[in-house]
């Protein structure tokens, strides 16, 4: 499950590495992004611009009524009713350079932060729907790979950048978008762990994500 993610950049820096324009409403840098935020995605309707979009969603069908949809996993998103539609009209890319995941330990669970090995930015994938006229989104998960695997059960999934492109092109056929959704090589990802302020979704700030030396 993906909970927690980072974007450790200005919205100037944003705008120059994707090479798009950010919106005014774009808040970043983000150092401990959380479900009921509003954080920089690029929509598949306007793959031009980044905008603010509201993570999570709540239904009023069947048994997830009112709980917030943050994830879906990758495997089953195709065919669930939810999700379906979304999956083959409104896919989105959701901005990141780091994510967050607990690793459970004798004296309570440990966060991590895991990032590409160069630092850059990167996108999940995304889905996104309207809400009360506004974009809200969730984030695919997939299984983890073996830099995730020790410290989480699961993983975002993570699109390499000659896969973006093709995760937004709406007539791109369902099999060949479900072949996007595999986990990141994790000979380019590393993992360190943080803070445990993290924990508390009103903490804000680069300390969070600063190394912290953690005896094994």
């Known amino acids: 499950m993906c909970g927690r993610y980072t974007i450790a950049k200005s919205r100037q820096v944003l705008g120059a590495l994707l090479r798009r324009e950010v919106s005014e409403d774009v808040i970043a840098p983000v150092y401990n992004a959380s479900p009921g935020q509003r954080l920089p995605v690029i929509l598949d309707r306007a793959p031009e611009r980044v905008v603010s979009a509201l993570w999570g969603f709540r239904t009023d069908a069947g048994r997830l009524a009112g709980r917030l949809l943050i994830n879906a996993r990758a495997e089953t998103v195709h065919d669930k009713p939810l999700f379906r539609d979304a999956f083959r009209r409104r896919r989105c890319l959701v901005i990141a350079d780091g994510f967050y995941e607990w690793q459970k330990r004798a004296d309570g669970k440990q966060p991590f932060r895991i990032t590409l090995r160069d ?3 990167f996108a999940f994938a995304g889905l996104w729907m309207t809400r009360n006229r506004a974009p809200v989104f969730l984030i695919l998960t997939t299984d983890p790979n073996g830099v995730t ?9 993570i699109l390499e950048e000659r896969e973006q492109a093709p995760w937004l092109e709406r007539e791109l056929p369902t099999d060949e978008v ?19 302020a993290v924990n508390d979704s009103r903490n804000e700030g680069p300390e969070l994500i600063e190394p912290l030396a953690v005896q094994r």
Do not use: C, Q
Not at 149 to 157: A, E, F, L, S, Y
Not at 181 to 195: F, H, K, N, Q, R
């Open 149 to 157: 695997g020790p410290i989480h059960d699961r993983m975002p999934v």
């Open 178 to 196: 479900r072949r996007l959704l595999d986990p990141y090589p994790e000979g380019e990802m590393t993992a360190y762990p943080v803070s445990r």
């Open 119 to 121: 630092d850059r930015l």
